[in-house]
């Protein structure tokens, strides 16, 4: 890796089949994520992505990248919009991408990542550590 390097993106197709998954893996099941007419209800535009689930995606890509999950030093987020997900077959795209943007001291690689779906990005301030050679 280098500085400036860009890392290949990785695409992640979203679908409610998935959240229901998610749902029963993490005990969140809150109606948000399945039902349209409650998250309309609280003003979002229709039911989203749990928000770990959009962190996981984005995690999955920089283990992709690592090779390795023990080589993942750090990892963090902040969500910035929500990943709505239709009620069809399709549901949506998520596009994770990152660039080296450095290393530390110890040679670490940092990494700016950013996660898109439908044109917004939906994942801010997201990084990672990335121990490699």
């Not at 690592?66 to 009620?87: C, L, S």
């Not at 549901?91 to 040679?107: C, I, L, N, Q």
């Amino acid at each position: 890796m280098e500085i400036g390097e860009r890392l290949a993106p990785h695409t992640f197709r979203v679908t409610r089949a998935d959240l229901v998954r998610y749902a029963g893996a993490s005990g969140d099941f809150n109606p948000i994520h399945w039902s349209d007419r409650v998250a309309t209800k609280v003003g979002l535009p229709g039911v989203i992505a749990h928000g770990m689930y959009t962190m996981a995606l984005a995690a999955q890509a920089v283990l992709d990248w690592a090779g390795d999950p023990a080589a993942v030093v750090e990892y963090g987020v902040r969500f910035t919009k929500p990943v709505v997900v239709p009620d069809d077959d399709e549901g949506t795209e998520v596009t994770v991408s990152a660039v080296v943007k450095g290393f530390t001291d110890s040679g670490h690689a940092q990494l700016d990542i950013t996660a898109m779906c439908g044109g917004d990005k939906v994942l801010g301030q997201a990084r990672a550590v990335v121990r490699v050679g």
